[in-house]
């Protein structure tokens, strides 16, 4: 029987609540002051824009490296430096190489990695900041409301589905059991940030892939309290070598902050043949190297989060515009995979959006082709002079380290264009090699332990990362078909899930002596890297009952 639902109509729906989304919203709120100041018609109200966000609350699932380009901030608030949680401008920089146990400074940092005149920030600070900037200007924010499903029409969208609240895990409904709301809206704006569950919905369905897949990284990072004089507040330091091997592109950071707080960090691209790598033991094994050691030896642990990374860049980009809506940030291909920075793409791909809506608004048209002002305004802003130069950059380090910094060259000396343009790669789960030989089921009592100082165990940074769901509700984390699971997988790539996830979500045990998948849905730290590096494709992550998941104080 169907679900009745109370149907809530707007002007405009963003969904996601990150700095894209809330740019969008600061930005449209302040283009209908401006209009209705003006006297101009239509009226436009501040209160029949929406934003949905599925934490708990404002900046709860942002985690980020956290180096700021304050371009587009700039833009936005013209005076952010007056009130914005900075936590410290950059006052030094480095790149090191590492082996095992020595490090080599770079005597030159290359020019991607200069960061003189950009900020340490935690960005969920830095979004519960905009957030209220967004509610003062009277634009209503619902935080634990996560969009579940599109609500299509023709050939465009025309709002969404929120989530029942106070379902078992059987999918019946509880004494507390809510039903969604339907929310209509003229305009949505998917913000959801990598590999967003609507979005990806979204372009399956209206076939609006870009020219390569978009293709992924993950980031695991830890917030550590140091000892007084072991980093200088303010100094960056980003790391290529050791403990990755060459066939891996990836690297690691360490970011001085303020009161002797360091960010460190490791980001893996999602491309790699070995189906039994884990990125997470890849990271602790980091903290091991003598030069990370003495910054954090007699330190504390305090925060821990992973998210995926959107590395395809401008070729990747899915179609960005349609009937009905738009989509911007990282869900959109936005970010700059050789700075390794989103943050100002996110935000000045939010104003564009805000622009865009404004005009769709005043002229009473959202069809596509009014919308699709927004790929313009892309094309002639700075984000795409920043993307442009380098649309091929990462699908140059598809095979590797050295094979990346060859082509990477002839992509400087030729503007981006290289030996090809564009340089077409697969999608990172297709990189897995078969196993030469089936493997038995990993004995989970024998994976990477940690020393419980200085480096940990999955389960242990879970708890650092705040994690918490309602555990009686339906799985998050959905297999379409758990035979493969328990018997291809087990044969041809010895179940990668147990090691890619970083949050020890998935295992493999006996059940009467037969493999079977177990799901700890409620470990899970919302990076879907097991949506994106099934070599199956058959894992789909959909969004928990709203509130549930990390809780990124500080990252």
């Known amino acids: 029987m ?7 109509e707007a ?9 894209a989304g809330l740019a969008c919203a600061l930005h449209l709120s302040r283009l209908i002051e401006q209009h209705n100041a003006a006297g101009h018609t239509p009226r436009l109200s501040p209160e029949n824009v929406y934003v949905l966000e599925k934490a708990r609350e404002l900046g709860a699932h942002q985690l980020s490296g956290a180096i700021m380009d304050p371009r587009a901030l700039r833009e936005l608030v013209p005076d952010f430096e007056k009130s914005a949680p900075l936590d410290t401008p950059v006052t030094g920089d480095a790149v090191y190489f590492l082996t095992q146990n ?3 400074k770079l005597p030159i940092t290359p020019p991607p990695f200069k960061n003189y005149g950009n900020y340490v920030v935690s960005l969920n600070r830095l979004v519960k900041w905009l957030g209220g900037l967004v509610e003062k200007a009277g634009i209503n924010i619902f935080t634990q409301f996560a ?27 509880k004494d507390n059991f809510t039903p969604g709301y339907e929310l209509r809206s003229k305009i949505t704006v998917l913000a959801e940030g990598p590999r967003g569950s609507l979005t990806k919905d979204l372009v399956n369905h209206f076939h609006l892939e870009g020219v390569n897949p978009q293709i992924y990284g993950i980031g695991i990072k830890e917030l550590w309290d140091v000892q007084p004089g072991r980093i200088e507040t303010g100094f960056v330091a980003h790391t290529a070598g050791w403990p990755l091997d060459s066939h891996k592109y990836g690297g690691g950071w360490a970011y001085g902050m303020r009161d002797n707080r360091v960010s460190l960090g490791m980001v893996i691209s999602l491309e790699y043949a070995d189906s039994l790598f884990d990125p997470h033991e890849a990271f602790q094994r980091f903290k091991t190297h003598p030069w990370v050691r003495r910054i954090l030896e007699g330190g504390k642990l305090v925060r821990y989060g992973a998210k995926t990374v959107p590395y395809g860049g401008w070729y990747s980009r899915p179609e960005n515009n349609f009937a009905g809506g738009l989509i911007i940030g990282d869900s959109a291909s936005l970010l700059n995979s050789q700075r390794l920075k989103g943050i100002h793409t996110a935000l000045k791909s939010g104003m ?5 809506i404004y005009d769709a608004l005043v002229a009473g048209d959202t069809t596509a082709k009014a919308l699709s002002s927004y790929s313009r305004r892309l094309e002639s802003s700075w984000i795409r002079d920043e993307l442009w130069p380098i649309r091929n950059f990462h699908q140059s380090f598809h095979g590797g380290m050295w094979k990346g910094l060859f082509h990477a060259g002839l992509q400087f000396i030729s503007g981006g264009r290289g030996l090809m343009d564009p340089m077409h790669c697969q999608p990172g789960y297709e990189d897995y090699c078969k196993l030469d030989r089936p493997r038995e089921l990993v004995d989970q009592s024998t994976r990477f332990k940690g020393d419980g100082t200085l480096t940990f165990n999955r389960l242990t940074d879970v708890y650092h990362s705040g994690t918490r769901h309602e555990e009686d509700q339906p799985c998050h984390l959905v297999v379409s078909d758990p035979a493969i699971c328990s018997d291809r997988c087990v044969r041809e790539y010895g179940n990668p899930c147990q090691y890619f996830c970083p949050a020890a979500v998935y295992e493999m045990v006996l059940d009467k002596g037969e493999p079977r998948l177990k799901i700890n849905a409620s470990n899970c730290v919302h990076c879907k ?20 998941g990390p809780n990124y104080e500080g990252m």
């Open 2 to 8: 169907p679900v009745e639902r109370e149907t809530l």
């Open 11 to 19: 002007d405009v729906l963003i969904v996601g609540a990150g700095p």
């Open 102 to 104: 020595r490090q080599w």
């Open 147 to 173: 969009g579940v499903s599109l609500i299509y029409e023709g050939h465009g969208i025309a709002g969404v589905i929120t989530e029942d609240k106070g379902v078992d895990k059987n999918g019946k409904p």
């Open 352 to 356: 564009l959006a805000a622009e865009t």
């Open 529 to 548: 890297t097991c949506d994106i590096a099934d070599p199956y494709q058959i894992i789909t992550w959909i969004p928990p009952e709203g509130g549930g």
